[in-house]
């Protein structure tokens, strides 16, 4: 009996004292981690939310850049940080869904290591090529690529990217060869884009949007199965007659795993909160992504039946990264 009574009194302790936690939280600055360089779509999407928790709540949040392996550094940091609630990290379907499937050894596990806290957004991905380029259609592309397979380069984030993966999709649909030149994010692709050192870049409609509309680039086709709202001259890859590339990113905040229930209820609801304002939902949407919000039960889901229905999409591509 004193035994029972000892472990119902730690258990309360615990209880009161998770309570207390998520009364007082936060009571120190949150860094939010992005895993790609500053200028691209997730790093504006995590900026726009971390200055909105701000302004919102009088929150401090701390936006911390942790580019490269496709993501895998910020999440590893992210998994290897005290489970506190003052580290998070705006996880993608790149990072989160595809490493586990293209790494065979990866440095922490997305299931186990890391936790979800809430979806904020998903935005498909968008073929640029540089205002000058020769190509005006992705048929002039592929018919380009089968008269000398292997001479045009394609440029992504990162190996092992949702951008990545389409490009391996549409080569095996098209029956053609590129060569793919990872860069760390779109900030460092950019330059050589535009100074021809490349011939094309997929990434976000986020990311890629102001370029476009600034004349910088010219898009090619979106992987969405309807035209975008933002980019409504555009067609897409199903119009162009290339099936089965159809895909987009999802972000959403992760966090330590055996980060307390109550400070994940508590940044759930602010998240949620905050993608509710007017004016952040205009922001979102005029950037071309669509705004999700979840609960963590609900974000878990959507990304364990994203690696479900992405597994065999990897296997049939052939791509393994190590």
Not at 290 to 315: F, H, N
């Amino acid at each position: 009996m004193r035994l029972l009574h000892r472990i119902l009194a730690t258990a309360c302790l615990l209880a009161v004292g998770a309570t207390a936690l998520a009364q007082d939280y936060p009571a120190k600055p949150i860094k939010f981690i992005v895993p790609f360089p500053p200028g691209g779509g997730t790093d504006s999407l995590t900026r726009l939310m971390a200055t909105k928790l701000t302004d919102t709540l009088k929150w401090t949040v701390v936006v911390d850049n942790k580019p490269g392996a496709g993501g895998n550094l910020a999440l590893d940091s992210t998994a290897k940080a005290p489970a506190d609630g003052y580290t998070l990290v705006m996880a993608q379907t790149d990072n989160v869904v595809l490493n586990p499937l293209l790494y065979s050894k990866l440095t922490y596990d997305p299931v186990k290591d890391l936790i979800p806290v809430g979806l904020v957004a998903s935005g498909p991905a968008v073929l640029v090529v540089r205002a000058d380029s020769p190509y005006k259609t992705l048929a002039d592309v592929i018919a380009a690529a089968k008269a000398q397979p292997g001479r045009l380069t394609f440029a992504s984030p990162g190996t092992g990217t949702v951008a990545h993966l389409i490009s391996e999709l549409w080569q095996k649909s098209s029956g053609m060869k590129l060569t793919h030149v990872p860069y760390r994010g779109m900030s460092q692709a950019l330059p050589d884009l535009i100074g021809g050192q490349v011939d094309m870049y997929m990434g976000s409609i986020p990311t890629l949007q102001s370029h476009i509309q600034g004349g910088k680039v010219r898009a090619l086709g979106v992987t969405t199965a309807k035209r975008s709202p933002v980019l409504p001259n555009v067609p897409t890859y199903t119009e162009s007659g290339i099936a089965g590339v159809e895909l987009a990113s999802v972000w959403g905040v992760m966090a330590p795993a055996g980060t307390p229930p109550e400070v994940v209820s508590r940044v759930n609801a602010a998240v949620n909160q905050v993608l509710q304002q007017p004016d952040t939902r205009a922001k979102i949407l005029a950037s071309g992504a669509d705004i999700l919000g979840s609960t963590p039960k609900e974000m878990g889901e959507l990304y364990a039946a994203d690696r479900a229905r992405l597994a065999p999409v990897v296997r049939d591509s052939g791509t393994k990264l190590d």
